[in-house]
């Protein structure tokens, strides 16, 4: 059941205004620096606006409003929830 | 500064207000200085805590965490890794958003587990009822075990609470860590690092392996114990990153009990602006239309001023020069001193008024968007997002820009952008261009609205920026640096600015240039005045030369003057310099005058109008003899018979100094910044090079 309530993907396939949650897995992967920043495994992350080239995205996580490249938000691991009425 | 002054140290996240507690603190107060052996700027100021008490404290670049990742943060560990009595900070000022306190306590957990004294200033506690926010204070202080202020440094509120803080917190000494890093994550391998010296607390010995900075109090046997430590690298990444969620996982814990934020208060005003400056086609109209307004407002408002400063300038030497006794000393003073400073300047009106609109659009928090629009594009040309603001800033003066690229990560990418920098178009080329332009093209309009000559000056803006853009492309090709392209980039709330703050970051930033372009300008200056106003033996007989010339018998007193200058001048070091140099510039157009002007600019490219005004010894406060701008129009080329400054010359020039790298001041910084003469004189040669070849093509298509 809860595989298909969740699906895993990353920050980078997040639509405009989706939200999705730092799977813990992902650790490894996310740069100390945004860690610091606040982008730490199990926060709400949402996507707020991406950049006209689709490069970079703009996202809020943890109360932090950070523009990171899509280079590096294709490696943070996200848990996304699916749309029940599906 | 006294003996007894407290040293504080003051860090926090940028966008905290980190900035406006410094001048709330200091007052004017401030100077900026050097971090002995780097070259990012310390900014020290003096503060009156009580009638008895002083401190001193140095306001350390923004930053999200002790670990740095550019060279500006980098200033912070080296700070607090000091265990030199007079360098080490004595109590630690850590300034947090109350917006953002969650993210900025990581940092308060670094610097708390250094075991130096920490005061807590909480600020922007004036937005909390609007934001919902409530916070238990008695409890936070406890919890964190150190000295918390609430703030509002815009409003003024709160700082003398922050002055009783330090001294209370200075007086008691006492420091505890709040995290500690060993028992969570690996108790006996941080027992093992704890146990290499107990001079350090484990914090310290933690951070001197993980980025191997070590203070000069390390003896060589603890530092080769720590670097042992340093082997297995994955695993000292692995547990900086457990060190991170388990700082986080305490500040939690923490804040759960002490700190309430209402979301349903949470106003969308940032949401609403996103929208539009993020827009993807309005974002790069409002971007570039704001850039319009404030080059068109940079000639507006600097002409007046400029004027003024030249004129007293002029006036200056012309009483010094009747009111002092002739001598080389009072020539000097009069035509190389007082010239230079004038030289240093007359630029600071434009300067200034770049500098302010630059600090208005990082206050308010809308360049974040400009590098979040940018970012893209300006990777495809290897430079980075926030290669916007030097390459903006460029257009005013190319060293305090260059020193803005400090923040970019990557070195590769930084690089690029201070090698190309110096091809958009700064303040000392705009009089080159002015007058040549004034030259060489119609004041007429074009399509009934447009200005000509205004239309051929915003050409050559968009040239610059061509250039220094191709260029970057043709580097990111060619350049083979590994470097790692790192981009976060916070985006802040939208804040009105405050004019306290903009006040002083307009005054730091002209203060620099004044310092650092002033000194070289003003040497030069010097040295071309000597070279000028000297030459070989027979320059003495120049002279007697001329007014012996029979030739020369019916000219008045004032046009003799006149020609024994020029002749002086042909006859001089600098004269004999530019006819030297004339068969290498001839098939540019170029005569040996021209050249003299071409060797001068490398003072300062404006100074090439004042080179041309001694060379054909114009008198520009006197009605009667012609203005330079009439006397090159009047000059003619003895071979061709045509004017001097004709299509063909003009473009040519124009195009030389769009191109060439004549700022020594540059040159300077760039081998500051780099640490290497390798750029500077690879900019020299490669910008000289390309000058020497689009000139010759350009004057040889045109004539």
């Known amino acids: 059941m809860l595989s298909k309530l969740y699906s895993l993907s990353t920050i980078a396939t997040l639509q405009k205004g989706e939200i999705g949650y730092i799977s813990e897995e992902s650790l490894d992967f996310i740069p100390l620096k945004l860690l610091e920043m606040g982008c730490l495994p199990g926060a709400e992350v949402e996507l707020v606006q991406i950049a006209p080239l689709k490069d970079p995205l703009y996202i809020c996580v943890n109360g932090s409003h950070l523009a990171i490249r899509e280079e590096t938000a294709s490696k943070i691991q996200i848990l996304k929830v699916n749309s029940l009425d599906v | ?703």
């Open chain 2, 1 to 703: 500064m006294s003996k007894n002054d407290i040293k504080v140290a003051l860090i926090g996240n940028p966008n905290t207000g980190k900035t406006s507690l410094f001048n709330q603190l200091t007052g004017l107060n401030q100077k900026v200085g050097n971090y002995p052996g780097v070259t990012v700027d310390k900014k020290e100021g003096l503060s009156k805590l009580s009638p008895t008490q002083n401190a001193v404290i140095t306001d350390l670049p923004g930053t999200y965490s002790i670990n740095p990742t550019s060279i500006d943060e980098s200033i912070v560990l080296k700070t607090l890794l000091k265990k030199d009595i007079k360098e080490s900070p004595d109590v630690i000022l850590v300034v947090a958003d109350v917006e953002n306190l969650k993210r900025n306590l990581l940092l308060f957990s670094q610097i708390k587990d250094l075991e130096i004294p920490t005061v807590l200033a909480i600020n922007m506690v004036d937005q909390m009822n609007r934001k919902g926010i409530t916070i238990d204070l008695s409890l936070l202080k406890k919890q964190l075990n150190t000295e918390v202020v609430l703030i509002s440094a815009r409003k003024n509120e709160g700082i003398n609470d922050v002055k009783a803080a330090i001294i209370r917190c200075h007086v008691a000494a006492k420091a505890s860590p709040l995290c500690g890093v060993d028992h969570k994550i690996d108790p006996d391998y941080f027992m093992k690092l704890k146990e290499i010296s107990s001079d350090y607390s484990l914090y310290e010995l933690w951070l001197m392996v993980t980025q191997s900075n070590f203070p000069e109090t390390v003896t060589k046997e603890e530092k080769e114990k720590l670097l042992a430590f340093k082997q297995d690298v994955s695993k000292v990444k692995k547990y900086q990153h457990k060190e991170t969620i388990y700082r986080y996982q305490e500040i939690n814990k923490i804040l759960k009990k002490t700190y309430i934020i209402d979301k349903s208060k949470a106003t969308d005003l940032r949401a609403r602006l996103d929208k539009i400056f993020t827009h993807k086609i309005f974002g790069y109209v409002f971007f570039v239309f704001l850039l319009f307004i404030i080059f068109q407002s940079i000639f507006d408002w600097a002409t007046l001023p400029m004027d003024l400063i030249d004129g007293t300038f002029a006036e200056i030497s012309d009483f010094a020069k009747n009111n002092l006794p002739t001598g080389v000393l009072t020539d000097l003073l009069t035509e190389g001193v007082i010239p230079g400073i004038g030289g240093v300047l007359i630029f600071i009106p434009q300067i200034a008024i770049l500098f302010l609109f630059i600090a208005i659009l990082e206050e308010t928090g809308y360049m974040s968007r400009v590098v979040f629009l940018m970012d893209k594009i300006m990777r495809r040309f290897g430079m980075n997002g926030k290669s916007i603001v030097p390459l903006i800033s460029g257009t005013a003066c190319a060293i305090p820009a260059i020193m803005a690229t400090r923040t970019i990560p990557s070195w590769k990418e930084r690089l690029i952008t201070i090698l190309v920098t110096p091809f958009t178009t700064c303040s000392a080329r705009l009089p080159v261009y002015a007058i040549l332009i004034s030259l060489i093209i119609p004041d007429t309009k074009i399509f009934g609205f447009l200005n000509l000559q205004g239309f051929v000056l915003l050409l050559l803006y968009a040239l610059g920026f061509a250039t220094a853009i191709l260029a970057a492309y043709i580097l990111h090709k060619t350049l083979k640096i590994k470097s790692k392209s790192f981009f976060v980039v916070e985006m802040p709330n939208y804040k009105l600015p405050s004019i306290k703050n903009i006040f002083y970051e307009v005054l730091e930033k002209t203060k620099t240039f004044v310092l650092e372009a002033g000194k070289i300008i003003l040497a030069l200056s010097i040295i071309l005045w000597f070279l000028a106003s000297n030459g070989p033996s027979s320059f003495e007989n120049v002279e007697k030369n001329t007014v012996q010339n029979p030739l020369n018998q019916y000219l008045s007193e004032k046009e003799l003057q006149q020609k024994i200058a020029s002749a002086e001048l042909e006859n001089s070091y600098i004269g004999i310099l530019g006819k030297t140099i004339e068969p290498s510039i001839r098939p540019l157009g170029y005569d040996w005058k021209i050249g003299i002007a071409l060797i001068t600019s490398f003072a300062a490219r404006e100074v090439f109008v004042g080179t041309l005004a001694t060379i054909y010894s114009v008198e520009a406060d006197d009605e009667k003899t012609a203005t330079i701008k009439e006397k090159m129009a009047t000059e003619v080329n003895p071979i061709t018979g045509e004017k001097r400054f004709n299509f063909p010359v003009g473009m040519s020039l124009l195009v030389f100094y769009a191109f060439a790298m004549q700022c020594m001041a540059t040159l300077a910084i760039v081998k500051r910044e780099t640490k290497s003469w390798r750029w500077p004189l690879i900019q020299l040669f490669g910008m000289g090079f390309l000058a020497y070849i689009s000139s010759f093509i350009t004057y040889q298509i045109l004539s």
